[in-house]
């Protein structure tokens, strides 16, 4: 589908010249908002976030303060001139926002998998002769399409300043990221659409604060127009994803370096896309690998406490035919599959054996 975007319009940071926007997950009370974002306006940035309304995994977790935050967001804007972005769920949130003045929405991972509230919020900004900038953040699942779909569905109701936000994508494996970043997903996506602005949400990728800075670097070395970043005047005490937030002091001191990496390296897009996705699944095989002789360990103490041999040649014998087997349906070289599997297999064996000579 041929989609236009129009350009977001939205201040620049500066040193660094890309899009920041910051605040806390959640807008708490009214002092929090109020501390943290003069802290940020007196840093230099210029857009501050904060969710009034908030989808979370299970119930009894704090969902928000809801339209009560509304001016309070208003406050940040009359005491510092900051644009102010917040999150929206559905055509009520969306209409409350805009009359209320909220400058930029943005529309969850949750959200954005479900394209009937998509649809709802695409027509209720519509409706609006004066429209807020609308971000959409890729869907929970690495699903493209889900993602692509969703922008398409607002731009076909008439939404002009459409921009998209890179949160990372949710996983079952064990992995240092709370939503690993699967970089490959977003660069597709800047390829179908080569105008549509992206921004990088480290605080949602990492889950963590002290691996927010990395992945701002990397954000900004794939070319995004900027990032949204989370930032709390007292992160520890924070109501909500009290990990990944950072105070003010901690966030600038990150911005301001940026803009000097991106400087002092010559970004190739495509290979550091490929790069992190290798480092990526590098670190699901370790966790693969580490699963697998956890188990082998199992069996070495079974095996020890009911006299069994370590080595089970027949066991061995069929896994290697069936992997050759499965290696070949998946394109694999299967001499490579055998070897690797017999240095795995190899391995467990030593690990039994261990137990099995401890007594
Ligand atoms: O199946 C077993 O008995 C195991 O202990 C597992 C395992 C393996 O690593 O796959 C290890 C040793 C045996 O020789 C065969 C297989």
Known sequence: MDVRFESLDLPLYSPGNYILIAGPCSAETEDQVLKTAKELHE??????????????????????????????????????????ATEVANGLHVAESIEAGIDILWIGARTTSNPFLVEDIAHTIAKYDCQPVVLVKNPINPDIDLWAGSIERLSSAGVKRIGAIHRGFSTYADSLYRNP?????????????????????????????????????????????GLIVESHCNPDDAWSDAAQQMTPEELLKVT??????????????????????????????????????????????????????????????????????????????????????????????????KICDEE
């Not at 989808?55 to 406050?75: K, Q, S």
């Not at 069936?322 to 391995?347: P, S, T, V, W, Y």
């Open 181 to 225: 970043p699967h970089w490959q997903i977003p660069i597709e996506l800047m390829r179908r659409y080569p105008t549509l602005p992206m921004l990088g949400d480290p605080s949602h990728i990492t889950g963590k604060r002290a691996l927010v800075p990395e992945v701002c670097r990397q954000s900004l070395d794939m070319h995004y127009a």
């Open 43 to 84: 840093g230099g940035v210029k857009i501050f976030r904060a969710s009034l309304w908030k989808p979370r995994t299970r119930p009894g977790c704090f969902e928000g303060v809801g339209a009560m935050g509304l001016p309070w967001l208003n406050r940040v804007k009359e005491e510092y001139g900051m644009l102010t």
């Open 256 to 353: 301001s370096k940026l803009k000097l990496s991106r400087l002092a390296t010559c970004p190739m897009p495509p290979l550091d896309a490929w790069r992190t996705e290798l480092d990526q699944l590098d670190e699901n095989i370790l966790g693969l690998l580490s699963k697998r002789m956890r188990i082998a360990e199992q069996i070495g103490y079974y095996k020890r406490d009911n006299n069994l041999s370590v080595l089970q040649t027949n066991r061995y014998q069929i896994m290697q035919q069936e992997l050759k087997q499965k290696a070949c349906n998946l394109g694999l070289d299967d001499k490579f599959i055998h070897k690797l599997f017999a240095q795995i297999h190899e391995e467990s064996v030593r690990i039994q054996h």
